[in-house]
């Protein structure tokens, strides 16, 4: 008879920063640790850590669950697709996940090493085109040609825009995001 798994499933494969950090000297200042999570990028990802503070479990939390709650406070540069980040982060939050592996120390020389290679970033368009039913009421009112506009967040891990700041001015790069209606009939009278 085959399983049947009930329940979310989860991509976490590894231990907590607790597990790894309690059994090592020092809790493991200057030692690397990398997310399994972010293997899937090209790029590698690490954290350096450089300082470790316990977190005392929650007192809401039964005592028999003290066991699953161990938190750790984790001071780090982290260095994200090959870049280090320009000031040190704290992991807390995450630091729960069972997703974190330790690099062992013959093999941190090789695992940390920046290799330089030219970034390569998609160029975003500055206009969309509006949803199919707003489009039709816009045409009524003000015209043709309308576009709208986009705006993007600019973020340490958005690699969205180009070096220079730039982006695409051609409306042919977005023309519908919107793909296929679920109900075409809605759409029947609508003019593109």
């Not at 231990?15 to 030692?31: A, H, S, Y």
């Not at 000031?87 to 062992?104: E, M, N, Q, R, W």
């Not at 290799?115 to 390569?120: K, N, S, W």
Request: hydrophobic share 30%; net charge positive; proline share 9%.
């Amino acid at each position: 008879m085959p399983y049947k798994f009930i329940g979310r499933t989860t991509e976490h494969c590894g231990k907590t920063l607790w597990e790894i950090l309690g059994n090592l000297k020092d809790f493991g200042v200057g030692r690397v640790v990398a997310r399994n999570r972010f293997e899937r990028y090209p790029e590698k990802s690490w954290l350096k850590i450089l300082e470790v503070t316990p977190i005392a479990a929650p007192k809401d939390v039964p005592i028999y669950a003290h066991d699953n709650l161990r938190l750790v406070a984790v001071k780090c540069e982290k260095y994200w697709r090959g870049k280090k980040l320009p000031t040190p982060i704290y992991v807390t939050g995450a630091s729960y996940k069972t997703d974190y592996k330790l690099i062992p120390k013959s093999e941190e020389a090789e695992y940390c090493q920046i290799v330089d290679t030219p970034e390569q970033r998609d160029v975003l368009p500055e206009t969309a085109d509006f949803p199919p039913l707003l489009k039709e009421i816009l045409k009524r009112d003000k015209g043709d040609k309308l576009r709208l506009p986009l705006v993007y967040k600019r973020t340490e891990y958005n690699r969205m825009l180009d070096p220079s700041g730039h982006r695409a001015t051609s409306p042919e790069q977005i023309n519908s995001q919107f793909g296929k209606p679920v109900a075409p009939r809605l759409h029947e009278n609508v003019l593109e």
